[in-house]
């Protein structure tokens, strides 16, 4: 009888140390990096989360960056609690000691990037690209496509010139003939497909699942579990929406980027949107990524990516 009341009050005890979702303290204002072409712009011009989080009496703060390295150099010095970018850029931020945790993923969507050339291009192949100049945002998803396709045709990284652009310049530059390939994702990737008549010499089918992952700073996440977990009923409930409503996302998105709505039309035809927890799986899909990156040379040390796992899927 003793042990029972033991046993009884030792869980009181626990089960009074884990602070309910009610006891919770609200963060005041939340700062959320996004770009104008992801899933976060739908939820910035659609307003869902803002009022939502607004009931709480938590502002929220909308901030934009041109690309995912960038975002993630802000979630690593704090100007921002939540990002949305693809699969490489969260390992380089932890070769840079980000404390970063995913909190999800979005289905796999690797038609939505790809290694384009002119029409009248010679090369053919990924094996063509050796010797030649090769334009990306680095640090970007398609920097990791460019890796594997090169070794799928066996050919390393330093088989070709890397050059080095953001997605405007790198467009300038495939107009003008500056360049002999260009490594690219969905709009970007649409729209030189559809204005420049750009052809794929490859996608990243059966090289790159190509998830956009939803990170937030370790800090914010630990501190705030349930608004965190509120970004995700969020994003799953918008993504329903806009999986369900592609002419009016395509709206949404051509407003938010300035693009024609026929060239979202074509990028959201492949681009499947959803909001999934992190799994062992994905984790080492990411974790190949990191290794990869690493005897390239694209990363100075090797990166753990387990170790960004967030505490709630610990348990």
Known sequence: MKILVRSVLSAAVLLGSIPSASAEALPKVVNIGYQK?????????????????????????WVEFTAGPQMLEGL??????????????????????????????????????????????????????????????????????????LEKAGLSYKDITPVYL????????????????????????????????????????????HYTFFLSSRKFAETYPQTALKLIDELKSTSD???????????????????????????LARMPFGAERMTPEVFKQQQVIADKF???????????????TWSLDKQ
Request: aromatic share 6%; charged share 20%; glycine share 4%.
């Open 37 to 61: 072409a992801n899933i976060f712009a739908l939820l910035k011009y659609r307003g869902t989360l803002d009022d939502d989080f607004k009931k709480q009496g938590i502002a929220v703060k």
């Open 76 to 149: 690593n010095v704090g100007s921002i609690d939540l990002a949305a970018t693809g699969d490489a850029p969260p390992v380089i931020a932890q070769a840079a000691k980000a404390d970063l945790v995913y909190l999800a993923h979005s289905p796999a969507s690797p038609k939505t990037e790809a290694i384009v050339v002119p029409a009248n291009s010679t090369i053919k192949t990924v094996a063509d690209l050796k010797g030649k100049r090769v334009a990306l945002n680095k640090g970007s998803d398609v920097n990791y496509l460019l890796v594997a396709a």
């Open 166 to 209: 953001a997605p405007s310049d790198a467009r300038a530059a495939f107009q003008r003939g500056a360049i002999d390939a260009w490594a690219i994702w969905d709009p970007f990737l649409a729209e030189v497909e559809t204005h420049a008549n750009a052809r794929e010499v490859t996608n990243a089918v059966d090289l790159v699942p």
């Open 241 to 267: 929406w806009a999986n369900a409503h592609p002419d009016e996302t395509a709206e949404i998105q051509s407003t938010s980027t300035g693009l024609d709505k026929k060239i979202w039309a074509k990028a």
């Open 294 to 308: 690493k005897s390239n040379g694209l990363l100075p040390v090797s990166v753990d990516v387990n170790t960004a």
